[in-house]
């Protein structure tokens, strides 16, 4: 009986080889020799080479290639054969250098009122694919505070202080803080402090003897700026590689404001507080 001969392309480097799901990274000899066994009888063969371009499995190399078992001849010695299973690599369609992922982005926004305990920012299954190796995060926010001042008997002069602090609740850009406050929180973003001064010209003053006939003076503090929040905890990009296509990722953030007073007023407290906060995530590939 004559059976038909196979043309194979062994992955010789298979096992050393990133191989994952039937799949290797590989490479190709162009104009390489490959060998057909025909049968010529029991348990013997003709062995024929004939140029051919061929793939092989290589840690690192630039293509994929699909790794295929077939039943086949193979060579058993000189002249003789047998069957056996053989596992090669097939040559992808296009030998394309397959390029490397652009970096992407993806943007939050919060346009609202302060203190915000309780911001979810959620990115969407669909804005991000899974080999993501880094994520960055960069926050642009304007803010608009109104500090009121308390006036007692003299004439009040100082200054009103306010501080903002940031933080991204569920810990994807370092550990929860077990000492500073408030407890349980996680990576603190820069504060924002500012101060506006009262002077005499603001008539910080009340109306009598004593300090509980006060009067009050409101002073707003409005800014703006950009600051980079550097890498995320690794922990944070392997959950976005597990979520990508699969599940939305919610990434939590909180702010807590609080007022100050510097010089001769009695104290000061928060009028109203507002803020349009972006947050941008950059993904490297």
Known sequence: MKVSGA?????????????SAQQCRC????????????????????KEDFPCDKCYCLTDGPYTCELNTIEALVSTGEGTCDMG???YAKCPDSFEVELPKAPAEFTCNYNGPLPKPDYECTIPKDAIQSGITKVELMIVQSYDVTVTGICGPLVGEGSLTV????????????PNDPVEPPFGLG????????SVEVVPDDKCQGTGSTASTIDTVAKQITSERSVDIGASDPSFVAMLNANAGVADTIVEFAFTVDTGVLGNLLGAGLGGASTNTQY????TY
């Open 7 to 19: 043309i194979i392309a062994l992955c010789a480097a298979a096992a050393l080889a990133m191989v």
């Open 27 to 46: 490479d190709v000899q162009l104009d390489s020799t490959c060998a057909m066994l025909e049968q010529t009888g029991e348990g013997r063969c003709d």
């Open 85 to 87: 299973k053989v596992t």
């Open 163 to 174: 501080n903002i602090e940031q933080y991204v609740v569920s810990g994807q850009w370092g």
């Open 187 to 194: 990576r603190i973003i820069p504060d924002i402090e500012e």
């Open 280 to 283: 941008k995530f950059m993904f």
